[in-house]
């Protein structure tokens, strides 16, 4: 089947415009991860879903970052008023119920300019 | 200090080499531990998935893990040009309800044919 599948690959955003960024997990996936990988760097987590629940949105790197995933399937990012230092990869991840392997989508890389 | 160290590299070795890349990481609470290997501008994917204290083969590869000394160990025998990219230690608690993975910086490794 599909793996994870995120869009779009790539986006350019002039400082200040709000992103989206959408993740298809895996179907029938119960977790969900957003991380961000900045170049040279590990990813680094941002927020967790258990189906439609965000139990953990610690990673947030401020207000401007939102995240939802309201039916428990696809989920969305969302990037308000974007800075340079938004410029990341932003990888999702899904599970089949968070204590086995979780697959990585391709990322879509974000360039603030 | 950052929870998991990890020596970026790069590192280059000829081709048929044994590699060995390492993590160190502080919090004592990690019981879950991954490697996965990263190619340039691909998500990353699993390699190796070790609970708790011991190692893992497979394949070429084999995972050691030593809590006492809070070190990660991932061992590539033979190594192929093919096995050139970024690998990624990740780790994980148990505890508090959240699945999230820490990573650490990545390691480039290239293979020299």
């Known amino acids: 089947g599909a793996g994870v599948s995120q869009s779009p690959r790539y986006k350019v955003a002039k400082r200040g415009q709000d992103v989206a960024l959408r993740c298809d997990p895996i179907?029938?996936?119960?977790?969900l991860f957003w991380y961000q990988q900045a170049l040279g760097q590990g990813p680094e987590f941002l927020t967790y879903?258990?189906?439609?629940?965000?139990?953990?949105k610690s990673g947030l790197p401020s207000d401007r970052f939102f995240a939802e995933r309201p039916e428990g399937s696809v989920s969305t990012l969302k990037i308000q008023r974007t800075q340079q230092e938004d410029s990341a990869v932003y990888l999702c991840?899904?599970?089949?119920?968070?204590?086995?392997?979780?697959?990585f989508g391709q990322g879509t890389r974000l360039t603030v300019v | 200090q950052k929870e998991v160290e990890q020596d970026p590299g790069p590192l280059s070795v000829p081709e048929g080499a044994i590699v060995s890349l390492n993590c160190t990481y502080s919090?004592?609470?990690?019981?879950?531990f991954m490697w996965y290997r990263q190619y340039s501008r691909k998500g990353p994917e699993l390699l190796m998935y070790?609970?708790?204290?011991g190692n893992k083969e497979d394949g070429r590869f084999t995972a050691q893990v030593d809590k006492s000394s809070k070190y990660i160990s991932l061992f590539i025998r033979d190594s192929q040009p093919s096995d050139s990219a970024t690998y990624l230690c990740?780790?994980?608690?148990?505890?508090?309800?959240?699945?999230?993975?820490?990573f650490g910086k990545g390691t480039k490794l290239t293979v020299n044919p």
């Open positions: 991840a899904s599970s089949p119920d968070g204590n086995t392997e979780a697959f």
């Open positions: 179907s029938g996936h119960v977790s």
């Open positions: 879903f258990q189906n439609e629940a965000q139990l953990d």
């Open positions: 919090n004592s609470a990690f019981q879950y």
């Open positions: 070790t609970y708790s204290s």
């Open positions: 990740a780790m994980r608690d148990a505890q508090g309800g959240s699945e999230k993975l820490v």
